[in-house]
């Protein structure tokens, strides 16, 4: 067992992360008056929210209209019935199978990334965490590898923008921040709206081609929700697996006990990636807006509510998990919550976790002797919602 806190110190992580240091606030479910947003803290409250889209709604806009264009008409912030007709037919193209067939090729290209290490050591981030997803993803929708980088760039400046949110900003702020964003969402949009179309003429074999062709009970999708849904599944899987794949190689070199085990039991790889997701689950947050007034924790949050559910303070929540702040390959059951709960459900699940097996295997039979650098430390994103290395230099041999 470490000590949370001083793990956290050291690795430099934002002192708003309260919930590494293993310290869920006192109350379930507590007002904020500076951010002006309640907050769910444990497992059972956060579940509880999650479970229930009548009383709790994912249209978030509905509070934050500067940032209706971001999410409308988006999955992630449609609720009831809305949700299910999309959820249904995008799980059409994006199904279990057509991402269990991408396994050889995540393994080829993960191999491709590290051969181009020179020398002995490298940034896992910027070597293999980052453009591994980007490119399969990118690869999966049928975006031409040479537009790569220009989207690249549409997306890292988009997420660094938006990433500066906040409740707290002057409506100037907000406005300025809004027109940096909205500019490479225009270029995005118009870029993947180009695509669908010549898609719908002439078909490929492609995500894009097949969410234009996904048809249930006669519906099919519209141009606008086709360019949303690959617009969403760009950023979603830009930097999500990219925080999987480099918090679980830090975590592994932090416990070198579990990293043996693993070493010597590969079937242990699934366990070590969910026992990354609960211990530093890259979303600490998701957020949902009260349709109705509502009693949850003992507390009355009224309607028109925006309330911050805390996935990675439930992740620990010792009510629900036995040792919360040991890193345990064998956890069993692991029922982490950093993929969400209930209809919105994290639809990209399947991918990271193939994604951070294939790579994590590949990773350990190249260089069984990977450590981190001892010269150089790690550095995680400076977002405190967002939990994840954007820097993990490795010494290889
Ligand atoms: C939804 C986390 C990777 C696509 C979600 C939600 C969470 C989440 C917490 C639910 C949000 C809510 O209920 O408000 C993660 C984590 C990932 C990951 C921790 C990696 C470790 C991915 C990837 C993709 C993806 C790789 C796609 C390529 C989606 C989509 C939804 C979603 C489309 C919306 C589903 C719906 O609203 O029905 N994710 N995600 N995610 N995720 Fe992921």
């Known amino acids: 067992t470490k000590d949370p806190t001083t793990l956290a110190q050291r690795w430099g992580l934002n002192p708003e992360q309260f919930w590494l240091r293993g310290e869920l606030p006192e109350r379930s479910v507590a007002y904020d008056p500076k ?15 999650l479970s229930d889209p ?12 500067e940032r209706k264009e971001f999410t409308e008409g988006s999955i992630i912030s449609l609720d009831p019935p809305l949700h299910q007709k999309l959820r249904k037919l995008v799980s059409h193209a994006f199904t279990p199978k057509v991402i269990a067939d991408l396994e050889p090729r995540i393994a080829e290209l993960t191999h491709e990334l590290l051969d181009q290490a020179e020398g002995d050591r490298i940034d896992l981030v ?17 975006v031409p590898a040479e537009d790569r980088n220009l989207f690249k760039d549409w997306v890292d400046k988009m997420l660094e923008r938006s990433g500066q949110f906040s409740l707290n900003d002057s409506p100037e702020e907000r406005d300025k921040m809004m027109e940096a964003a909205m500019e490479q969402l225009d270029q995005l949009i118009a870029y993947l709206g180009e ?3 010549e898609r719908r003429r002439q078909p490929r074999e492609d995500l894009l081609t097949k969410l234009v062709e996904a048809e249930v009970d006669g519906v099919r999708l519209t141009d606008r929700e086709v360019v949303n849904f690959a617009n969403v599944l760009l950023i979603a899987g830009h930097i999500t697996t990219t925080m999987l794949l480099g918090n679980t190689v830090l975590c592994l070199d932090e416990y070198p006990d579990q990293k043996a085990k693993v070493l010597a039991d590969r079937e242990l790889v699934p366990g070590a990636i969910e026992e990354s997701l609960r211990f530093l689950s890259p979303f600490a947050t998701t957020a949902r807006v009260t349709n109705t007034d509502v009693e949850l924790g003992n507390t009355v949050i009224e309607a028109d509510q925006m309330v911050l559910v805390w996935l990675a303070a439930a992740n620990r929540d010792p009510e629900h998990f036995t040792d919360p702040g040991v890193f345990d390959v064998t956890r069993e059951p692991n029922t982490q919550i950093a993929f969400g709960r ?12 193939l994604e951070g097996r294939v790579a994590l295997n590949i990773l350990l ?11 150089e430390a790690p550095e995680f994103l400076p977002q405190p919602t967002m939990t994840g290395v954007r820097r993990l230099p490795l010494v290889l041999r």
């Open 35 to 49: 951010s002006g947003m309640w907050n769910v803290y444990t497992y059972r409250d956060v579940v509880r929210v």
């Open 54 to 65: 009548a009383t709790y709604s994912s249209d978030t806009s509905r509070l934050l209209p």
């Open 126 to 142: 910027s070597g293999l965490a980052y453009p591994l997803p980007v490119i399969v993803i990118a690869e999966l929708l049928g």
């Open 195 to 197: 695509h669908a179309a």
């Open 342 to 353: 209930g209809i919105h459900f994290c639809l990209g699940a399947p991918l990271a976790r």
């Open 365 to 375: 039979d190249r260089f069984p002797g990977l450590r981190t650098d001892p010269a």
